[in-house]
């Protein structure tokens, strides 16, 4: 789980800015909040609204960018790769922040760094309780690493000095738990727990989505009896896409007609001993076809074909690729894992406009479907949208509405709704059509149209 994303210096974010999934006062829709964890629950859901260019889809780069660098890190001697705030000289040659606060594993955990392009300044990790922290690591000045933490957690020599050997050969532009994650550093030690934790939320429980997200494998999670066939038939029923079944076609996965980097990717990905999602859902940006892509038993992986299936006159069936469907049927489709995993519990979902052709009815269902079955299930599923149909406390707490707004510097600042003192059974979408929770645009004046009739 997620509970709290702080940003600085990173795009269109100037100075520091928190998105929080800490619960407010409200008592409403409590089974929108997770087990408490060290005394912290965090929100399920949160929706982010704004004007066009508002810095909504740049919150969403900023989580992914975080994700990225720790996982796949900077090449030796290569600079880190983003932007800064340009708008402001004092910005541009300054360092940029960048914190995650999570719940993972029955853990809360503060792990953050600050960086350039040139080098990581500062990096640390906390284990963190409602009153009380735990440091597992600092780094400062580049790479002087307080360590002393895990030295009492691996106390012989040889371990202690593994770790210091690990740490100080971390390059200057790459984090320490990307240089732990890369080096055998678990058969060495005895516990380094903590670090791995957070290394595992990254890699098996965020999953950021884009609006053009089609090239990316969707990593999901089965039960080895689940009817794959029966599910997707099932949803794509349940969402009235006019589908009356799917079919699965085997084909050579080495064959499939996609980038050798992401056949690539998904085969380690699948294959890892480090990875807990044994299939993929894989959606081809050349020819528009679908594909599940599963590990077998047998340490293989075997590729399906999808094909969805429409009733002909006379009671035969005809065949379709996922091409000849609609636009929101793909995008059902390409849900559809995402549904599964939310389920599995453990998971948190970052999707960038998620309205992108769908139905503002079915937007909102999709919602409420799943805020009605997450009693039990420790999973979010945060996202960014233009779709007012969403903006009701019928569906939402003021907690889990967000607003982003640019100010006249052209820098991206972020609210809540749990800021206004708004009764819990006012309805909030034609206030917020209006501008007074901010984030709408500002349009001009016409009569300045002067190339205009």
């Not at 678990?186 to 429980?205: E, Y």
């Not at 149909?389 to 510097?409: G, S």
Request: a neutral charge; proline letters at 2%.
């Amino acid at each position: 789980m997620l509970i709290r994303f702080t940003i600085e210096n990173f795009l269109s974010f100037k100075n520091k800015q928190t998105f929080s999934m800490l619960p407010g006062k409200g008592t409403l829709k409590s089974n929108h909040k997770s087990k408490r964890i060290k005394g912290v629950s965090a929100l399920k859901t949160a929706v982010l609204f704004g004007a066009n260019a508002s810095g909504k889809s740049n919150l969403v780069r900023a989580i992914e960018f975080g994700k990225e660098i720790a996982l796949k890190g900077t090449k030796a001697e290569q600079p880190i790769i983003f932007d800064v705030f340009k708008l402001d000289k004092k910005f541009t040659k300054g360092n940029s922040y960048i914190e995650y606060e999570i719940q993972h594993k029955g853990k809360n955990y503060a792990y953050g760094f600050i960086f350039n392009s040139k080098e990581i300044v500062d990096e640390w990790l906390f284990e963190t309780n409602k009153n009380s922290e735990t440091k597992i690591f600092e780094r400062n000045n580049t790479n002087n690493f307080d360590l002393s933490y895990l030295f009492k957690k691996n106390k012989k020599e040889k371990e202690k000095q593994f770790i210091e050997f690990t740490a100080n050969g971390t390059p200057r532009n790459q984090l320490f738990i990307t240089q732990i994650r890369n080096t055998n550093v678990t058969d060495n030690v005895t516990d380094i727990s903590d670090i791995l934790n957070v290394i595992d939320w990254f890699q098996n429980a965020l999953t950021v989505i884009h609006p053009d997200s089609k090239n990316v494998g969707k990593k999901f999670e089965l039960h080895e009896d689940t009817n794959l066939q029966q599910l997707f038939t099932e949803m794509l029923d349940y969402f009235d896409t006019g589908i009356d079944g799917i079919d699965f076609k085997n084909v050579d996965f080495d064959k499939i007609q996609v980038p050798d980097k992401i056949k690539e990717d998904i085969s380690n990905d699948l294959l890892s001993d480090k990875s807990e999602k044994k299939n993929v859902f894989l959606s081809n940006p050349q020819d528009d076809k679908y594909y599940v892509i599963l590990k077998t038993k047998e340490n293989q992986l075997e590729a399906k074909l999808l094909k969805t299936k429409h009733k002909v006159i006379g009671g035969t069936y005809e065949l379709f690729d996922l091409k000849d469907e609609s636009d929101g049927t793909r995008r059902i489709m390409d849900l559809i894992p995402l549904i599964i995993d939310f389920f599995k519990g453990g998971n948190v979902f970052v999707i960038d406009e998620i309205e992108r052709s769908l139905h503002p009815n079915l937007v909102k269902d999709l919602f409420d479907f799943i805020l009605n079955k997450c009693d039990n299930i420790n999973s979010q599923i945060i996202v960014t949208s233009h779709e007012a149909t969403l903006l009701t406390q019928k569906l939402l707490r003021k907690d889990e509405i967000w607003f982003a707004v640019k100010d006249k510097q052209g820098a991206t600042n972020l609210h809540s709704l749990e800021d206004y003192n708004i009764r819990f059974d006012k309805e909030i979408m034609k206030d917020y059509l209006l501008g007074r929770y901010k984030g709408v645009p500002k349009l001009g004046n016409r009569s300045n149209l002067t190339i205009l009739p």
